[in-house]
């Protein structure tokens, strides 16, 4: 449920509202990372969206392909190529490259970033 209403406030644009009720969950998991790492993504916090990416793996959370097109996202909105270089990697070496919609996303970086 929790994650669910993280979700649902970051596609209304509630950023705050949706950092206090991740924060509050009790337990966390891949899928509640990724709900608060899309909404500061899909909303122009890349910076944000960062931190809360490397604090997931620091936690021992693993990314999912949603986490890692998440992130690529927040790297186009960054300009961010170094770190868009770096979650190409990552990606590759996870093996989801093939991946359609994964493809699409490092498409978009490198041609917004060079």
Known sequence: VG????SMYGRCKALD???RMFDKMPK???V???AMITAYSQHGYGKKAFRLFHR???EGFMPSKITFIAMLNACSSLAALVE?????A???ERGFEPDVVVATAIVNIYG???
């Open 17 to 19: 509202d949706a950092r």
């Open 3 to 6: 994650t669910a209403i993280v």
């Open 90 to 92: 990552c990606i590759v």
């Open 112 to 114: 917004k970033c060079g």
């Open 84 to 88: 868009g270089r770096m979650i190409h």
């Open 32 to 34: 509640s990372w990724t």
């Open 28 to 30: 966390r998991d891949e």
């Open 56 to 58: 997931m793996q620091m």
